[in-house]
T-cell receptor
C-alpha cells in the first residue's frame, strides 16, 4: 500500500505570496489532518477533514485554509505569506483519528523570504 | 499543543538506562493516546498506543501507562540503545474529532 504523499517537498516563497500544498492519503483513509511543525513548537494542529468536511480547526489565522476532495486528497492554502509561516507542514491520514493512528507524509518544507 | 503538555523537553540517558516521558491532557473525553517517534529529518511514526479502557500496554522495551482519573499518561523505554535517540511526541484525541500533540521530548542515548 502506498504511503501518504505530499507535494511539493520544498517550497520557497516571498512574503505576501500564497501557496498551495497537496496531500494524497493512504488508499481507504477518509481522514486527513494537517500540522505545522517548527523547532521547539512541536506539531501544531491546523485542521482535520473527514469525507470532505472540515471537522475541526486549530488556532491559526484565516489565512490558513484547506479542503478535501471526493477522492480524499486534500490541499491546504496559505495566503499573504509571512516570515513566521516558514515551517514543515505535515499531513497525516487515518481511517479515523479518534481511534486510529495517524500515518504521516514526509512533509512540505516551506521557506518564506 | 495547548491541550497536551509533555515533560521533559529534553532527556539524556546512558545506554542501558531507562527513560520516562510524561504527558497530561485536558479533554476528559479523550480516549486514544498514541506515541510517535521522529528521527532527524524523518516523518513521525507510531511506536505504541493505548486506549482508555486499558491502564498499561507493553511492546518489548516500550511500555505506556494511562491514568484516566489524573489525566496523564507516560512512555517508558527500558534498556535504551543509541538508536532510541529521537524526538518523541505524545498525543491525545481532542473534541472527539482530531489528534493533539505534546511539544515533544528530545531523547539522547549516550553510548
Amino acid at each position: 500500500k502506498a504511503g501518504v504523499t505530499q507535494t511539493p517537498r520544498y517550497l520557497i516563497k516571498t512574503r505576501g505570496q500564497q501557496v498551495t500544498l497537496s496531500c494524497s492519503p493512504i488508499s481507504g483513509h477518509r481522514s486527513v489532518s494537517w500540522y505545522q511543525q517548527t523547532p521547539g513548537q512541536g506539531l501544531q494542529f491546523l485542521f482535520e477533514y473527514f469525507s470532505e468536511t472540515q471537522r475541526n480547526k486549530g488556532n491559526f489565522p484565516g489565512r490558513f485554509s484547506g479542503r478535501q476532495f471526493s477522492n480524499s486528497r486534500s490541499e491546504m492554502n496559505v495566503s499573504t505569506l509571512e516570515l513566521g509561516d516558514s515551517a514543515l507542514y505535515l499531513c497525516a491520514s487515518s481511517p479515523d483519528p479518534r481511534d486510529s493512528p495517524l500515518h504521516f507524509g514526509n512533509g512540505t518544507r516551506l521557506t518564506v523570504t | 499543543g495547548e491541550n497536551v503538555e509533555q515533560h521533559p523537553s529534553t532527556l539524556s540517558v546512558q545506554e542501558g538506562d531507562s527513560a520516562v516521558i510524561k504527558c497530561t491532557y485536558s479533554d476528559s473525553a479523550s480516549n486514544y493516546f498514541p506515541w510517535y517517534k521522529q528521527e532527524l529529518g524523518k516523518r513521525p511514526q507510531l511506536i505504541i498506543d493505548i486506549r482508555s479502557n486499558v491502564g498499561e500496554k507493553k511492546d518489548q522495551r516500550i511500555a505506556v501507562t494511562l491514568n484516566k482519573t489524573a489525566k496523564h499518561f507516560s512512555l517508558h523505554i527500558t534498556e535504551t540503545q543509541p538508536e532510541d535517540s529521537a524526538v518523541y511526541f505524545c498525543a491525545a484525541t481532542h473534541n472527539n474529532n482530531d489528534m493533539r500533540f505534546g511539544a515533544g521530548t528530545r531523547l539522547t542515548v549516550k553510548p
